[in-house]
């Protein structure tokens, strides 16, 4: 006897036995990324989730890029300032607007008084998509009156949401994504929930689609920004004004800055500045001595500038080798 499976299939969906929701596995929903930004150049992955359950801390890949209770991945820009840029936050993937909150002023969280300014509203302005098989996204610290989207829309993956801010318990400019299914928070590069202890994932039941997997390493040792000035950094300002103004003639020093995010303990930083003269100034400054979310350290001499090249190159060490070398280059005209 020839079965006709179209028909039957029809016949099994009017009779509700068969739903196309139904179809869709788990391993089918894959989240892409929730911003739209050029990654490693204007836009930084700052924290992963925290996998350990309770008090241990943990990342995804068993190091320190996160922080006790994180529960999703923080995707950053540089500074305040950078939210006049407008980035946009984007669907991780397809689903159905399921709550909103707007209204939130963007801020730095500073202060046990600007926390408490936050309770009950830590995720600022905020979006949570629903998805099939009891799946959900939460985006949180959007920018202030940026949410172009309302409970109930359908939306795909890549559609705008608004755009990132500082809302919420914030204290850099970001976008949250965080991932939960039947209302259990899972870590979406390895798939897994939270756990006793770490153990690294061959990211074989990750959530993230095999495009977004690449940007998310074990090493999340970055040096976003360096450059050469006329003034010693202040590290605080640069997640409030952004990196300070490039070197300029009337200037009475030269200082050669960087600014890092998730060094290790026992990382070293290694200065090396040269001018039309020759050297002005080399370092290697003492190893890091714990874990720093962020940080910044310069080196330099009071000097008048002169027309010409000069060149700031930036070493980071860990165990004695170079993982990252990056030369800055300005000509004073």
């Known amino acids: 006897m020839r079965v006709n499976f179209q028909l039957l299939k029809h016949v099994l969906l009017a009779l509700g036995v068969l739903s196309l929701g139904s179809q869709v596995q788990a391993s089918d929903i894959k989240f892409g990324l929730p911003i739209k930004c050029k990654l490693e150049k204007d836009c930084f992955i700052q924290n ?5 359950e309770g008090e241990g801390v943990a ?19 540089f500074s305040l300032e950078d939210i006049k840029r407008n980035v946009p936050v984007i669907a991780a993937a397809n689903g159905i607007i399921k709550a909103t909150r707007d209204g939130e002023i963007d801020k730095l969280i500073a202060t046990q008084e600007d926390r408490q300014s936050v309770k009950n509203k830590e995720c600022g302005n905020g979006i949570l998509i629903a998805h099939p098989n009891g799946f959900e996204s939460q985006y949180c610290h959007m920018k202030q009156g940026s949410i172009v989207v309302k409970k109930g829309q359908q939306i795909k993956q890549g559609d705008t949401l608004g755009f990132v801010g500082s809302s919420g318990f914030s204290q850099f ?15 979406p590069i390895s798939g ?24 998310f390493q074990a090493n999340t040792t970055r040096l976003i920004a360096s450059g050469i000035s006329g003034t010693p950094i202040v590290h605080g300002n640069l997640v409030k004004i952004g990196v300070p103004e490039k070197l300029k003639e009337v200037d009475q020093a030269i200082i050669g800055w960087a600014w890092f995010i998730n060094l290790r303990k026992n990382d070293e930083i290694r200065f090396t500045l040269e001018g039309p003269q020759g050297l002005i100034a080399q370092n290697t400054a003492n190893p890091i001595e714990n874990h720093k979310a ?13 027309k010409g090249e000069y060149r700031l190159r930036t070493e980071l060490l860990r165990d004695g080798q170079s993982i990252e070398d990056t030369l800055f280059v300005q000509i004073l005209e």
Not at 59 to 77: E, M, P, Q, W
Not at 174 to 181: A, E, F, G, W, Y
Not at 294 to 306: C, D, H, M, N, V
Request: glycine share 6%; proline share 7%.
């Open 48 to 52: 992963l989730p925290d996998i350990i």
């Open 59 to 77: 990342d995804s890949f068993c190091h320190r890029a996160t922080y006790n209770g994180h529960k999703g991945v923080d995707i950053r820009l």
């Open 173 to 187: 400019p970001h976008i949250h994504l965080s991932i939960r299914k039947n209302g259990q928070w899972i870590d």
């Open 192 to 215: 897994n929930p939270p756990a006793a202890t770490c153990a690294v994932s061959n990211l074989q039941n990750s959530l993230l689609n095999q495009d977004t997997r690449q940007y």
């Open 294 to 306: 962020t940080y910044s350290a310069f080196a330099g001499k009071k000097l008048q500038p002169e």
